[in-house]
C-alpha cells in the first residue's frame, strides 16, 4: 500500500510553516486527513502542534550549545543524527493510511537541498522500503523577490539546484502573493511565473544612479557599485540563461489567506503524488445505514 507526502522546503521566511498550515486546514475543510511533520529542529512556534516533532528526538540549540557548533553546522549535525535514528521516523508513519496526506515541514537552510547528501538520502528512505511514500516536494519562494530580479533568479537558480539534487517530482511556489498584489501587471507576472531570462535586459534597477561625491562611483570596493557592476551583470545574466537553458522551472502562485489560491496548489501536489488515483470510489450513501 502506497502513502503520500508532500516535503515543504525552501529558504528562510519563505512562509513554509504558514504553508503548512494552510494546507492541514484545507484538507479538514475537504473532510481529508493529514500527519505533519516537523523536520525543523529550531522550529518553536506552530498553528497546528506536530504529529512527530524532531525536537522530540534533538534540538538545534542543544546541539550548539553541546557540540559548539554554529546554526548551520548544528543543523547538519541534527539531520546526520536523525539518519542515523530513522525509526525515529519509520515508526509512526508506518501505519499511516493512503488517506492521509504526509506534510513534511523542513528547515530553511538551502544547503541541505542543494550542497550536502543528506536529504536525498532522507527522501530515498521515505520513498522506498517499507514506507513507500509517494512523494513531492514543494520549493517556496517569496514573491517579493520579483522586485528585486537577480535576487530572483538565485532563488530560481536554488530551486532548479534542489530538483536536481533530490530527483523527485517538484512544485515551484511563489509565495506571499498578498504582498506584491499592486506592484505587477498580469502581464509582467507571467514573466516570473515562466521565468524570462529577458527580465535582467529590462531591468527598472539598471535605470537608477547614485548621488555620491567625488569618483565614488567609479571605486569598485563600493557595495552600490559591485552590485550594478559588469561583472555582477554578466554573472546574473549567465545565471538566467542556465535556468532558461535547463528549463525547468515555473512557479504557482500562492497567497495563503485565499482558499481557492491554497487549493489549487493542493490540486497540483494531488496530480504529483497521484494521490487520488489511489483512492477506492465512493458511493453517495456509503456513510447511511441502511435500514
Do not use: W
Not at 506534510?103 to 527522501?123: A, F, K, R
Not at 516536494?137 to 533530490?166: C, I
Not at 531591468?203 to 552590485?227: C, H, I, Q, W, Y
Not at 525547468?248 to 497521484?274: P, R, T, W
Amino acid at each position: 500500500m502506497s502513502k503520500f507526502g508532500v516535503l515543504v522546503m525552501g529558504p528562510a521566511g519563505a512562509g513554509k510553516s504558514t504553508f503548512c498550515a494552510a494546507l492541514i486546514s484545507q484538507l479538514r475543510s475537504n473532510r481529508r486527513s493529514s500527519i505533519y511533520v516537523n523536520l525543523d529542529p529550531a522550529a518553536t512556534d506552530f498553528v497546528y502542534e506536530p504529529d512527530v516533532d524532531i525536537k522530540d528526538l534533538i534540538s538545534l540549540d542543544d546541539v550548539m550549545e553541546e557540540m559548539g557548533l554554529g546554526p548551520n553546522g548544528g543543523l547538519i549535525y541534527c539531520f546526520e543524527f536523525l539518519m542515523r535514528n530513522l525509526d525515529f521516523l519509520t515508526d509512526p508513519l508506518e501505519t499511516v493510511s493512503d488517506e492521509y496526506l504526509i506534510i513534511i515541514d523542513m528547515p530553511g537552510q538551502i544547503e541541505l537541498y542543494t550542497h550536502v547528501p543528506i536529504v536525498p538520502q532522507l527522501v530515498q528512505h521515505l520513498s522506498r522500503g517499507s514506507l513507500n511514500i509517494n512523494l513531492c516536494a514543494a520549493y517556496l519562494l517569496e514573491a517579493t523577490f520579483t522586485v528585486d530580479r537577480p535576487k530572483f533568479f538565485a532563488g530560481t537558480l536554488s530551486a532548479m539546484s534542489a530538483m536536481l539534487m533530490l530527483e523527485m517530482p517538484h512544485v515551484n511556489i511563489l509565495s506571499k502573493m498578498d504582498l506584491v498584489k499592486g506592484t505587477l501587471g498580469r502581464k509582467d507576472m507571467k514573466r516570473f511565473i515562466d521565468p524570462d531570462a529577458a527580465l535582467l535586459e529590462d531591468d527598472p534597477a539598471d535605470d537608477v544612479t547614485f548621488d555620491t561625491p567625488g569618483n565614488d562611483r567609479e571605486a569598485p570596493s563600493k557595495a552600490d557599485n559591485l552590485m550594478g557592476g559588469s561583472s555582477f551583470k554578466r554573472l546574473n545574466r549567465a545565471v538566467a540563461q542556465l535556468i532558461d537553458d535547463y528549463s525547468m522551472v515555473s512557479f504557482l502562485k500562492l497567497d495563503v489567506q485565499d482558499e481557492d489560491s491554497v487549493g489549487a496548489v493542493l490540486s497540483y501536489i494531488d496530480d504529483c503524488i497521484q494521490f487520488h488515483e489511489a483512492q477506492e470510489p465512493k458511493e453517495p450513501m456509503d456513510d447511511v445505514e441502511m435500514a
